[in-house]
Each structure stands twice: as C-alpha cells, then as structure tokens.
C-alpha cells in the first residue's frame, strides 16, 4: 500500500518563513520594463467603490490603471529615488 503524498492546503504555512518573505523580493517577469508590483489595500466606502468603478470604466481602463496613474501623479519620484 502506498502513503498519501502530502497536501499542501492554500492558506499552509512555509516550512522556512524567511526564506519565503525574501523570495517575495526576487521579480519573476524577466521582460523589459517589467517592474516587481506589490498589493496597496485600502478601505473605502461602498459609495466611493462605486463611484471609482464608475469612472474606470468611462476612461476604458481597469480601476487598477487608474489608481496607479493617480498615485503615479500625486507621489512623483524625489531626486535620488530609483525609477
């Protein structure tokens, strides 16, 4: 009879939780231009969930886009940052 192989559920902790926060730093899109993204969460209001969602899609591009060009703009690069 053979043994079950383990299952590793979704939410299952690393075996070595630094090495798994580090490897987080390494991109994995080789392309040009391609920069490493990282997840901002913020709370708003269902009303202002909507009303950004709304003006997304009038622009035709995805609340995302938009959201990075407006931070783009309001946050540009000081002298010294990299780009």
Known sequence: MRERPIRRDFASRPADP????????V??????????????TIDVTPDLRGRIKVAAFRR????????????????????????
């Open 27 to 40: 991109a994995t899109d080789h392309r040009p231009g391609a920069a490493f993204t990282a997840r901002l």
């Open 60 to 83: 035709g591009v995805t609340v995302a886009e938009m959201l990075r060009d407006l931070l783009a703009r309001e946050f540009p690069p000081t002298s010294g940052d990299q780009p």
């Open 18 to 25: 630094e090495h798994w926060i580090k490897a987080a730093d």
